[in-house]
């Protein structure tokens, strides 16, 4: 049974450019959540989706935005990077919307020059 | 909006020393606590949560927290350590609806052999 998978693993982006992480959840998970984990700090939480719409976001602008596919996997979308959203992005999924049994991948690092 | 302290940014300890990460949180409702595991290269790992009863939780690896209320405080403790506890430590809180995290900083722990 395949954890929480997401691609790639890392990516290198110039500033103004757009980027797009990828998540496919655990089985039998239909909520994702997207973290930003910016070196030496802990992840902070950027928005959730379950029923392909988002249902709560965090301090993040709109430069930062979602999808959910009827399968569950999830797109984060990040337009005109900015060298301080280079980190280490994490997806969690859950069966529902519930904390109880939240996974997370191992990340996509991305770096922006 | 709820905030998470680790007071402890980087702890070095030989193994079998007893560890103890200190944790507090400031939200003044009901919240899940958790601590988190990251080893190098890693996925974030659950360790032990906190939802209600027992104040006393034990996780896996011989990892335990206790919840004190009127501190805020969440700590972390060992009795003994071993080389492979080496990894980064972080305590969330849950506070409310939806499964969103609030994370600390962490808490890099290195374990001498």
């Known amino acids: 049974d395949a954890g929480v998978t997401q691609s790639p693993t890392h990516l290198i982006k110039t500033r103004g450019q757009q980027v797009t992480l990828r998540c496919s959840p655990k089985?039998?998970?239909?909520?994702v959540s997207w973290y930003q984990q910016a070196l030496g700090q802990g992840p902070q939480f950027i928005f959730q989706?379950?029923?392909?719409?988002?249902?709560q976001r965090g301090n993040f602008p709109d430069r930062f935005s979602g999808h959910q596919f009827p399968n569950y996997s999830s797109e984060l979308n990040v337009n005109a990077l900015l060298l301080g959203d280079s980190a280490l992005y994490l997806c969690?999924?859950?069966?529902?919307?519930?904390?109880?049994?939240?996974?997370f991948g191992s990340g996509t690092q991305l770096s922006v020059l | 909006a709820q905030s998470v302290s680790q007071h402890n940014h980087h702890v070095i300890l030989s193994e079998a020393a007893s560890l103890e990460l200190g944790c507090n949180y400031s939200y003044g409702g009901t919240v899940n606590l958790f601590w988190y595991v990251q080893y190098p290269g890693q996925h974030l790992q659950l360790l032990l949560k906190y939802f209600s009863g027992d104040p006393l939780v034990k996780g896996i690896k011989g990892f335990e927290a206790e919840f004190i209320k009127s501190k805020f405080s969440f700590n972390l403790r060992k009795p003994s350590v071993q080389w492979s506890d080496t990894a980064e430590y972080f305590c969330a809180v849950n506070a409310g609806a939806g499964n969103m995290l609030t994370f600390g900083g962490g808490t890099r722990l290195m374990v001498k052999p």
């Open positions: 089985s039998g998970h239909d909520t």
């Open positions: 969690a999924s859950s069966p529902g919307t519930g904390i109880e049994k939240l996974f």
């Open positions: 989706y379950y029923e392909e719409e988002e249902r």
